[in-house]
Each structure stands twice: as C-alpha cells, then as structure tokens.
C-alpha cells in the first residue's frame, strides 16, 4: 500500500477530533468502496468536483451545500457530506466522546433508502435469516451489501468464547420500520441494518432513558468504556463493518449498525 493509502486508511479506522471532517475526497472514496455494488469506481478529477455516480448511472451530489444549518437541522436532512462528517474512531482504549462527536449518528435518508429500500414492503423482501450462534438462533437482516453475512460472521466469532457470547446471547431487536423516538428520522432499524442487545451487567444505555435533551449535555456512563469484555464484542462487530452506539455523546450502548463506510475496511485498499 502507497503511502497516500496508508493516510487514507488511518483516517477512516481511527477517527479524528471531535468537529473533525474527513478530506472532501476520503468521504466518496470510502462510500464507493463500502458499497461497490451500488457505486460506480469513484475517481477525483479535482477540487470542483462534487458528484458520485451509482452503477446505473444516476449521479448524487456529495455536499448539498447545508454547511450553514444547525447540527439539529443536519440530523433532519443530512447529505452524503455530513453522513461523512464524523469519523468513527474504531477500537480502544476509547476516549470520552465529546458533546457533538457522534459519529454515524448523522445520516442521508437518501442513501440508505437507495441501498436498502424505501418503504417497510421493499425492505422485508430483502430480509434473511441469519444464525445468530451465540444463542444457536436467528434474527432477521439486511441481506444487500454485505450486511447479514457480516453480522453472521461477528456471531461465530463472539460463539467461539463463551463469556463474549454470553453479551449477545440475547438479541433486543433487529428489523422495526420506525421513526427515532423524538424524531422524524427513520432509525437503522427500518433498513435491517442494526440489531441491539440486552447486555448484562447494566450496561445497557441509552441517552433519552436518561431524560437528556438532543441539544443539552448528556452525563456519559463511563463505565461502559472500560468494561474489558465488553470492549472484545465491540471489537469484534467492528471488524465486519459496525459503529457502536456507545461511542456517541448521544449514547446508546445497546446499539450496533452496519456503516462499513465509516469503520474501515472499505478504505484499505483506496489508492
């Protein structure tokens, strides 16, 4: 790997600072290369160009030009640009997430209606069974794009160790056609790309239990962060291409979703 490469790379593994953005062409790049079934090859042609192009030709605008709305008003209607904003910092130790850093959280309705379906019919016919070996059965996925073989594999691994499995032994939803609670936002659940989990040892969290407010400060549970077995399931779902929501200032510790353009691995090979 060149060293441009090995830059790139860094950047979408590691995350970066909180308000950090990835260069404007990491975040195409890395979108094209999670999603290569949907993308066409993205080349940079220079700093006026701002369009990706999907396999059958039609072409998006990466930035929609909302650099002037509120982080509020973002959340409601983000574009590709801001549903690449936030790097994901992938790994630990982990770091206290700042007041605003929540990485992934940030997402185009567009996209994801694109990628997974626009409505609950389109979705459930692309849903699968997926064993879920921890607990030797199955919960239902997305099975576009690499998503339910990935959650698959993140399951024979955990299996493999008995107190890992013993995290996830007891899954706490995957496919539900909803809004966000509070919101008009579709959740990750509605495109059978997320799955929860009822963790044990009450680590279970989530920021409006906690009677927080989306635009005031949220007392973190830091404890969730130095849990060391905990830390290995995480590990292990971001390895196949999923965020956890524990690294949000807006936690939910429950939550894993498949954004394999944010974790990392779709940017390995970027040249």
């Not at 008003?73 to 790097?87: F, I, T």
């Not at 992934?104 to 692309?126: C, D, F, I, P, T």
């Not at 997305?142 to 107190?163: S, W, Y």
Request: charged share 15%.
């Amino acid at each position: 790997m060149n060293r441009p490469a090995l830059i790139l790379s860094a950047l979408c593994i590691l995350g970066a600072s909180v308000g950090a953005q990835a260069p404007p062409e990491t975040g195409p790049q890395c979108l094209t290369q999670a999603y290569p079934d949907f993308w066409a090859p993205w080349r940079h042609q220079g700093s006026l160009d701002n369009t990706i192009t999907t396999r059958n030709g039609d072409t998006w605008a990466y930035s929609e030009h909302k650099d002037h709305l509120t982080r509020t008003e973002l959340l409601n209607q983000a574009d590709l640009k801001a549903h690449m904003s936030q790097p994901y910092p992938a790994g630990f130790p982990a770091s206290l997430p700042g007041p605003h850093q929540d990485p992934g959280r940030m997402r185009s309705e567009a996209l994801l209606k694109a990628l997974y379906g626009h409505n609950r019919q389109e979705v459930q016919r692309q849903l699968v069974s997926v064993p879920w070996a921890p607990n030797g059965r199955t919960v239902l996925f997305h099975r576009l794009h690499g998503a339910a073989p990935a959650l698959q594999r993140v399951g024979q691994a955990l299996a493999e160790n008995p107190a890992l499995a013993a995290y996830v032994r007891q899954p706490a939803g995957s496919f539900n056609w909803r809004h966000i609670a509070g919101s008009t936002r579709l959740s990750m659940h509605s495109f059978g790309a997320a799955i929860d989990f009822a963790l044990p040892h009450q680590l279970g969290h989530y920021w409006q239990w906690r009677g927080c407010k989306e635009n005031s400060p949220c007392p973190y549970p830091e404890a969730v962060l130095r849990d060391p077995l905990l830390q290995q399931v995480v590990t292990a779902f971001e390895k196949e291409g999923f965020i956890w929501g524990g690294k949000w200032a807006h936690f939910d510790t429950l939550h894993f979703e498949y954004r394999p353009e944010l974790v990392g691995f779709s940017c390995k090979n970027v040249k």
